[in-house]
């Protein structure tokens, strides 16, 4: 049996059929409200403009208050992750892997805004790992076919050995996307 919230919630998220400058659209309950207030708002109606300001700043609030939340968890993380770094040192045992690693958590203390710059998660982490050791694989066959052209001599020899070197010099090229894609910076929070 639905709870009445469940209900409400169901009912916000019920896609709608709405004509917007002709143009057929199915929107969500609770925004075509939110549509029909703001217009309602535009047009003058002080207790619309009211709800509206009232929704907009309780709005800002929750954004801010997760935006703290996240700032002083990572905060915590980096510190915690830093001390169990240098405790491992100072034993003489080898460092935890950490994923997010505190060096990669970057935080602008004028914004508040928290960005990571690898990998944030061991699912991430080993995937990262994986594409390194491709690459790695992918360049000693570039060495080696670079070799094998110096060496060819005649003119079959040079076009095949130059396709391979064209494809492996491909793959290079989608596995530093990929690799920039896991390691690109990933926002935590905004400013």
């Not at 004028?110 to 982490?125: F, K, L, M, N, R």
């Not at 594409?131 to 080696?144: I, K, P, Y």
């Not at 076009?159 to 989608?174: N, P, T, V």
């Amino acid at each position: 049996m639905n709870t009445l919230t469940e209900m409400v919630l169901n009912e916000a998220d019920r896609l709608l059929p709405l004509s917007e400058r002709g143009e057929r659209l199915e929107l969500p309950t609770a925004q075509v409200i939110l549509r029909r207030m703001v217009n309602d708002a535009v047009k003058g109606s002080h207790p619309a403009q009211r709800e509206f300001l009232k929704m907009a700043s309780a709005a800002e609030d929750e954004k801010l208050s997760a935006q703290v939340s996240m700032l002083e968890a990572m905060v915590d993380y980096r510190q915690n992750a830093q001390a169990e770094i240098e405790r491992c040192k100072l034993m003489a045992l080898d460092p935890p892997d950490l994923v997010p690693h505190p060096d990669n958590i970057e935080i602008c203390w004028q914004t508040g805004e928290v960005t990571i710059t690898g990998p944030v998660s061991p699912d991430e982490a080993k995937k990262l790992d994986h594409w390194r050791s491709e690459r790695t694989a992918f360049e000693g066959e570039l060495d080696e076919l670079t070799n094998e052209l110096e060496k060819a001599d005649d003119a079959a020899s040079i076009a095949f050995i130059e396709q391979h070197i064209e494809e492996a010099k491909g793959s290079l090229e989608m596995i530093d996307r990929i690799i920039n894609s896991i390691v690109n910076q990933k926002a935590v929070s905004g400013g």
